[in-house]
């Protein structure tokens, strides 16, 4: 890229010892939520439940998981055509851009992380609109803004845009370039004329500056490529068990997994903190968890199963390799199954693993919640994972 004046890049947020992304990061474990902003939240199974995909369900998701101390909230953005992922659910039919509905959350609460994915290579993105934006709700939300970078990994996605499939690894070299003029942009003092690859801006200038630098940068990633990205752009990595769903065999394969990924950050004078997400089914005993996630199962809406994988299969994310089609009736990137104190064991295990932080998805997100924050929580506290 070629840049006219030399216009320093923004100070990342872990730099402000009072940021919002310095607090959380001073967590044994930093605890998120994934808030489900898609009708069927993570699971195609049709057991009755509360998630609901509304505006309102997830309001009051995240003002509980604020009063209840959790340090972020997460919305996914995903492209489907009428009928969703199909079967009888219609899966993930409906959703909320998470953009938009994490700026509207961040007016009615005051101390919780938001994170919104934003596909920045789909349509006529520019980073200056993503600047421009990303400095407005930082000031709505004081700070507490972050964006998931994702490349689109469907071509389907990218259909619908008009647009056609872009080689992996080529998508990151694009990723690298718009996250890039997004920092100069958030971090120079005058006006800025670049010329890139893919974009140029000129005399280009963003003003009010973010708050603590700029926003908290996320990526979602289990590749090369992306590893090579998040090593030099972003603050937080959402990692996926290389070895599928089961939480066993994702614990024996997370101590290396995390730590290639630090060490890349390391390498360019980085400290990348991981994070992943793990579906929890959490009951007063592990005997009660079982019989509640083989009723998941039993309701599975196999229609929505095959579809949301024919989906999955048809893109190129590296990081869901492992992942086969037996769990999707509850679904998530790893799962855990049992009692309060048999879940916070796996949680202490993640941790010694590597994994800086989770965020935890629910079957039934309202009542799991509470439920979470009345018997798993405490516990946390008392193995040291939350302070
Ligand atoms: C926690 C998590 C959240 C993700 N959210 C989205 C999303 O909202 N939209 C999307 O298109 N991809 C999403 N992805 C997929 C990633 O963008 C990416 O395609 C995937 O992790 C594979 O990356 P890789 O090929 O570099 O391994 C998510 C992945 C994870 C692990």
């Not at 009051?60 to 919305?75: H, I, K, N, Y």
């Not at 908290?216 to 937080?236: K, R």
């Not at 199962?297 to 095959?306: C, P, R, S, V, Y």
Request: glycine content about 10%.
């Amino acid at each position: 890229m070629r840049v006219d004046q030399d216009h320093a890049t923004a100070v990342a947020p872990a730099r402000f010892f009072d940021s919002p992304f310095s607090r959380i990061i001073r967590q044994p474990l930093i605890l998120g939520l994934f808030l489900p902003v898609q009708s069927g939240g993570w699971s195609a199974s049709l057991l009755p439940r509360t998630t609901d995909w509304s505006f309102g369900y997830n309001a009051t998701l995240t003002r509980r998981a604020e009063e209840m101390g959790f340090d972020l909230v997460f919305g996914l953005a995903q492209w489907t055509s009428k009928g969703g992922y199909g079967g009888i659910s219609k899966y993930r039919e409906e959703s909320l851009d998470p953009f938009i509905a994490v700026t509207a959350l961040s007016t009615i609460t005051k101390h919780i992380l938001l994170i919104s994915t934003i596909h920045v290579l789909f349509g006529p993105w520019h980073p200056l609109h993503i600047a421009k934006f990303g400095a407005t709700i930082d000031h709505i939300s004081g700070g507490r803004w972050g964006i998931n970078v994702v490349t689109g990994y469907s071509p389907r996605e990218a259909r619908m845009f008009g647009s056609q499939h872009v080689e992996h690894d080529r998508r990151y070299d694009m990723a690298a370039e718009f996250t890039d003029m997004l920092c100069r942009l958030w971090g120079a003092s005058d006006d800025l004329t670049l010329q890139g690859k893919f974009w140029s801006l000129e005399k280009a200038f963003i003003t009010p500056k973010p708050r603590f630098g700029r926003p908290v940068l996320v990526n979602a990633t289990g590749s090369p490529a992306g590893i090579a990205y998040a090593a030099t752009h972003s603050d937080l990595v959402f990692i996926t068990s290389p070895a599928g769903h089961e939480i066993d065999a994702a614990l024996a394969s997370l101590p290396a997994h995390n730590a290639r990924i630090k060490a890349a950050g390391a390498e360019r004078g980085r400290e990348l903190r991981t994070i992943i997400n793990p579906m929890i089914v959490c009951r007063e005993t592990d005997r009660e968890a079982r019989r509640y996630h083989q009723a998941i199962l039993d309701a599975a809406d196999q229609g929505a199963i095959e579809g949301f994988v024919a989906h999955q299969r048809g893109g190129d994310a590296v990081a869901w390799k492992a992942h086969g089609d037996t769990h999707r009736a509850l679904g998530g990137n790893i799962q855990i199954i049992g009692s309060p104190e048999s879940v916070v064991d796996k949680l202490v295990q993640l941790k010694r693993a590597g994994c800086d932080g989770i965020q935890v998805a629910f079957f039934d997100f309202a009542p799991d919640l509470e439920f979470f924050g009345e018997a798993v929580l405490p516990l946390m506290r008392q193995a040291g994972l939350r302070i």
